[in-house]
């Protein structure tokens, strides 16, 4: 794994809060089509010089070097809720009563 690589992000046109990191210039057809499919048309959100060491909002670079490096590309969905779905399974055992 390279110590510090070009990465641009991507946000999802289809997707709310996906994104996906590749290495900056990559084509874009290079990527799986069904990934293509769901992913729906990039949206260009920023490039920066990620490092294994660099702190992301929900991952470290690390991980998406290791992705990158696998896969040629890194997916970041959204979180889930789980105390949502927590709270949501509460709810309905309590109106099941």
Same mark, same amino acid.
């Given at each position: 794994?390279?110590?510090?690589?070009?990465?641009?992000?991507?946000? &999802? &046109?289809?997707?709310?809060?996906?994104?996906?990191?590749?290495?900056?210039?990559?084509?874009?057809?290079?990527?799986?089509?069904? %990934?293509?499919?769901?992913?729906?048309?990039?949206?260009?959100?920023?490039?920066?010089? %990620?490092?294994?060491?660099?702190?992301?909002?929900?991952?470290?670079?690390?991980?998406?070097?290791?992705?990158?490096?696998?896969?040629?590309?890194? %997916?970041?969905?959204?979180?889930?809720?789980? &105390?949502?779905?927590?709270?949501?399974?509460?709810? %309905?055992?309590?109106?099941?009563?």
């Amino acid at each position: 794994m390279s110590e510090k690589v070009f990465v641009s992000v991507f946000r &999802s &046109s289809k997707k709310d809060d996906t994104f996906i990191f590749v290495r900056r210039g990559q084509d874009w057809e290079e990527l799986p089509d069904a %990934l293509k499919d769901i992913f729906g048309q990039p949206v260009h959100s920023m490039d920066l010089v %990620l490092t294994p060491e660099r702190k992301l909002a929900r991952t470290t670079g690390k991980q998406v070097l290791k992705a990158l490096e696998d896969r040629g590309f890194y %997916l970041q969905m959204p979180e889930e809720q789980d &105390s949502y779905v927590v709270e949501f399974r509460k709810k %309905l055992e309590r109106h099941k009563q």
